[in-house]
């Protein structure tokens, strides 16, 4: 379905996402975790064709037979909204607050080529397949009216609206909450034909997805089957990455990994872990390549 090979983003010199290479099956639910600054929305971005001013991105990515990286604008317009979807966190700065609903709804409809009046009667019917209460009020209705998780639904029925093979969410429930994101990635896992999940939160990855991703410092550090990386990480990041986010015995020390993520552009150069990594050698300012088909990893010393 997507095939990713060697995606590299870059602001002027600066490499923001190196080398990056994965692939996502029809139907399959793959995670993508990592600390904040790792270039999780920058690699989506540039799947989208959504990169920000002054970033550009090089490699291929395909979508079933399409190209995604350096493709006109007047294509990537096509696709996305049609075979190819996102939906990002913060659902108020997406919808435009003078419009209905269901008017922006039909909008990506009509965009790619509905008739109006069907467009109409098929944006009710998606507001009703993300499960809103009264779709047909919910049409009328204005984006303030609504509650955070209900503008995250109609988040959602906008991608969904063209039937696309290839969702994409990064980090969609942050800022629902706790009750009303388990039912939104209830509903995300009934809905996505094939989704690539950002998150901070592993249990969120855990519960919805079967394979997971693992970036740091712009490259992706292991990947693999989500229960394989969960139990038996190999990279010492994503040890880390998982240590620090276990709930710990009250008066036991919180495990961390130690430093801070530096600045892009400011990683050290061959592992870009190794001026954090409890465990790294001479042999670490060689870049490792990610290794080992199903579970694979990038480190020189890896746990196992
Ligand atoms: N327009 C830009 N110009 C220069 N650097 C950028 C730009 N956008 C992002 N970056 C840098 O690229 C790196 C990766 O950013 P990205 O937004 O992909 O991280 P992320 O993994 O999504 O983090 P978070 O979990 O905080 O959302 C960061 O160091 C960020 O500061
Ligand atoms: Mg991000």
Known sequence: MLKVEGLTVRAGTVELVSDVSFGIAPGERVGLIGESGSGKSLTA????????????????????????????????K???????????????????????IGAQVAEVL??????????????????????????????????????????????????LANGPGLLICDEPTTALDVTVQKQMLGLIAEVAPALLFITHDLAVVASLCERVLVMYGGRVVESGPLREVFTRPRHRYTQGLLAASRLTPRG??????????????????????RDRCPHATPACATTPALTGDGHAHACWHPAD
């Open 110 to 159: 009509t965009l790619h080529g509905r008739p109006r009046q069907e467009a109409r009667e098929r944006s009710v019917e998606l507001l009703e397949r993300v499960r809103l209460p009264g779709p047909a009020q919910i049409a009328r209705a204005y984006p303030h009216q609504l509650s955070g998780g209900q503008r995250q639904r109609v988040m959602l029925a906008i991608a």
């Open 45 to 76: 971005l540039s799947l989208m064709g959504l990169l920000p001013e002054g970033v550009t991105a090089s490699g291929r990515a395909r979508l079933g037979e399409r190209d995604l990286v350096g493709v006109p604008e007047s294509r990537m």
């Open 252 to 273: 036991t020390r919180l495990p961390i990994i130690p430093g801070a993520v530096p600045a892009a552009g400011h990683f050290p150069g061959g592992c870009v872990f």
């Open 78 to 100: 096509r696709l996305r909204g049609g075979e190819l979807s996102m939906v990002f966190q913060e659902p108020m700065t997406a919808l435009n607050p003078l419009m209905r």
